[in-house]
């Protein structure tokens, strides 16, 4: 019966899509001690632009193995049909780079049609066509202790912060924007950064971590 289910979505999925499809990677990095070890989540969250409900910046939900997303938007107005996201998770992979860095990368394919934003207009919320935003759960094993910590990782944090277990060991301090985003144009065939937007002077976000800094004595 899954099984039926799946083919059954995919064959929806592949119509609605039509063969044309973009792609992202939601990457996260982190630098960590080869001790320890990384696990990621089934579960993704992104912010992506949602034809069906004509809004920029929605949550979707993607999940590995499963043939579509899921707009939060569905969970928030239960009594409205919204169908599947149509998009996925093509690949996870984690990996421990020559420069140390652990990475944990996510990549998504999607359909995207242009449209300007149904509530707040294209000056507001301008269609982009790849993620905007995104958050990564992963689990840490603390090297000392092997205790187990659940956590995440998403671009509106102020920073740096650093992510300790509870037994003092420090795991990393997170100075830049994670999950970093990239997504590649399909016309184009060209692979784009999605910039850094929480982390930039200008931003409030940016703003409001630079004071909280400053009040602790800490510059960067
Ligand atoms: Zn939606
Ligand atoms: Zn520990």
Redesign the pocket.
Known sequence: MAAFAFVFTQRRLDRLIGGRLRQADVVLELQLDAKVVVEASDTLEVSMD?S??V?TG?TVIFTVGSASGA?T??LARRHQA?PP?PGRIVERVIERGQDGITRVIYRLEYDAHRFDDAKYGPETRPWSGHPTWGRVSFTLVCPLCSKVLRTSAQNNLGRPFAKTCGCGYQFYIERREMPRLRWRDPDLDKWYDVPARFDAPENEWGKASRRLLAWFGIQR
Request: proline share 0%.
């Open positions: 949602c069906h409900c809004r929605r707009c938007a569905d919204h996201y």
